[in-house]
């Protein structure tokens, strides 16, 4: 029986151990993916996905076959599936960083998949190299039950919240290292490049965007979904945002909505859509975006949408 997702409690303080050591896992996998994969724009190829189960790669390719990996947060386990019907699990428990990149890293080279990864994180902190790594090793089930839960239900809104698009715009996909969920649009016009970009933040940020996402916390900042445009146009800061509890975070230089605001709300997924929509109108507004050529209306279908869902 499948049952709605819901939109637990997720303090950051009760799991920070379990999601430090949680994001060092993905980085790991997440890596795998994008050495193996063919580069796609803004670094598309690099993301996970939500699953039922948890989070995916997708397929990555490997001699004319593929293999994938997903992070398995019902059972707890990390399933390695290939095409070739290779199947293995590696349980998620209590154990340090070092002891699960041997471990991942073991099943590949049995399965005969060579691949060299940076040893260190990204975007993290004091990097430590994985295969170093004694000091993270907590493993909350409960909490990381409750965080696949939350990531289902924004995604299916952010999903939701796409399909007004027409216009270039990202899959509703999982960074690694910012360990985030994310949505991007885009206008078409190439940005002027970001003063002191790195090879990550160039490519990323090559053309005008509005991007949104949830992010599970750190830096003082509790669970909370954020949009910002690039370039951000003049005036941007001081838009008014629906809800009255969103606000722009100076110091990111984004708008910020608790996720404690959405959960506790009537309807989460309508408060979300909201933010979602108004902090995107705010941005492209501002910054002259063609909007009748990028977007349709909420709830628009093709005119042959409509008999393929009756037929279907």
Not at 27 to 55: C, D, E, F, M
Not at 84 to 110: C, I, K, N, S
Not at 123 to 140: G, L, R, S, W
Not at 278 to 296: F, P, T, V
Request: net charge negative.
């Amino acid at each position: 029986m499948i049952t709605e997702a819901g939109w637990p409690e997720l303090p950051l303080a009760a799991w920070q151990e379990s999601y430090t050591t949680l994001h060092l896992w993905t980085q790991i996998v997440g890596k795998v993916r994008t050495a193996l994969s063919p580069l796609v724009n803004h670094w598309w190829n690099s993301a996970l996905y939500v699953s039922a189960r948890g989070l995916t790669t997708s397929p990555i390719p490997w001699k004319g076959g593929s293999f994938e990996a997903e992070f398995d947060f019902i059972d707890h386990q990390l399933a390695l599936r290939g095409s070739d019907g290779a199947r293995q699990y590696l349980p998620l428990y209590p154990h340090t960083v070092a002891d699960f990149h041997r471990e991942f890293f073991a099943v590949l080279q049995t399965w005969g998949i060579e691949v060299v990864i940076a040893e260190g994180p990204s975007e993290m902190a004091d990097p430590i190299p994985f295969a170093e790594d004694k000091i993270h090793a907590a493993y909350d089930p409960e909490y990381v039950q409750r965080f696949h839960r939350v990531l289902v239900s924004c995604d299916a809104v952010f999903e939701e919240f796409r399909a007004r698009f027409i216009g270039k715009a990202s899959p509703v996909h999982f960074f690694w290292g910012s360990f985030d969920l994310a949505a991007t649009r885009f206008c078409g016009r190439r940005a002027p490049e970001r003063p002191g970009a790195d090879a990550i933040t160039r490519e990323a940020y090559s053309h005008e965007c509005s991007s949104a996402g949830f992010w599970p916390g750190g830096s003082g900042i509790d669970a909370a979904f954020y949009a910002y445009t690039v370039p951000a146009p003049e005036g941007y800061a001081k838009q008014k945002i629906r809800p009255a509890e969103a606000f722009f975070h100076q110091g990111l230089g984004e708008f910020i909505l608790m996720y404690d605001v959405v959960r506790r709300a009537a309807s989460p997924r309508a408060m979300l859509l909201d933010f979602l929509q108004s902090s995107y109108e705010a941005g492209a507004n501002l910054a002259g975006w063609d909007r009748k050529e990028l977007e349709r209306e909420p709830g628009a279908e093709w005119p042959e949408a409509a008999e393929v869902r009756r037929t279907a």
